[in-house]
């Protein structure tokens, strides 16, 4: 079985200022661990992913993510918020089953 | 342009009344699913299907059935809608079968069932 937390159901931060969002899981299996955003009234796309190699993963758009096994977790930061990051991010955990799992996702909200 | 569509974006229904609602792919990708997204919940996937003809249940399959005769399409069928399917509806997509790949999503059918 595996599972998902992500710690802050909202974050509410000034614009340009840094940012991170956690996310814990855990499994049973290896993982493949996913970060995905969801702007308003629209559908989720992917942020960025963890599949194997190098723990630290980029995003085209200034975002980062950690793969840290010893911790389980798989936080996500951003040095500088802009107000279009303003979002819902969700992590997400595959592995050991055609069913990926979801966390119930972090409201980032950038103030100017 | 390489999209996974649904339709309707909205609806609006009573209970009982059968609906449907479509997925479509244009991308070939074998692995389809269908999510719901309620509040504080998160995503909860209800239905996937690793090819044509091969359906299986994920999460909160209760209440909907699916089919795939097409690879390109996977619709979710209520037979019976509740008021408790009032959700948040998407439809993903992804090249292969396993959890290590990424998922496209449509985007998004707001189901109120009254």
């Known amino acids: 079985a595996q599972s998902v937390t992500q710690l802050d159901s909202q974050v509410p931060v000034f614009e340009e200022a840094p940012v991170e969002l956690r996310c814990n899981y855990s499994?049973?299996?290896?993982?493949?661990l996913f970060w995905y955003v969801q702007y308003p009234n629209q559908g989720l796309q992917l942020l960025l992913k963890?599949?194997?190699?190098?723990?630290l993963v980029e995003s085209i758009n200034g975002f980062e993510a950690e793969f840290n096994k010893s911790q389980t977790s798989f936080h996500l930061r951003k040095p500088s918020v802009h107000i279009s990051d303003t979002a819902e991010y969700f992590c997400?955990?595959?592995?050991?089953?055609?069913?990926?799992?979801f966390g119930r996702g972090t409201s980032l909200i950038v103030h100017p | 342009e390489a999209q996974v569509t649904q339709n309707p974006r909205y609806l609006i229904t009573v209970t009982g009344k059968k609906l449907t609602v479509t997925c479509s792919q244009n991308?070939?990708?074998?692995?389809m699913s269908w999510y719901r997204q309620d509040p504080g919940l998160g995503l909860r996937q209800i239905y996937y299907?690793?090819?044509?003809?091969?359906?299986d249940k994920g999460d909160v399959p209760e209440g909907y059935k699916v089919s795939r005769k097409e690879k390109r399409n996977f619709p979710l069928i209520l037979e019976s809608p509740s008021p408790n399917q009032t959700s948040l509806y998407f439809c993903?997509?992804?090249?292969?079968?396993?959890?290590?790949?990424?998922?496209?999503f449509g985007p998004g059918t707001r189901l109120t069932v009254t």
């Open positions: 299907s690793m090819n044509v003809e091969v359906t």
């Open positions: 499994s049973s299996v290896s993982v493949y």
């Open positions: 991308m070939n990708h074998e692995y």
């Open positions: 997400a955990v595959g592995g050991g089953s055609y069913i990926p799992t």
């Open positions: 993903a997509s992804s090249v292969g079968q396993g959890v290590s790949y990424e998922q496209y």
């Open positions: 963890y599949l194997s190699g190098s723990t």
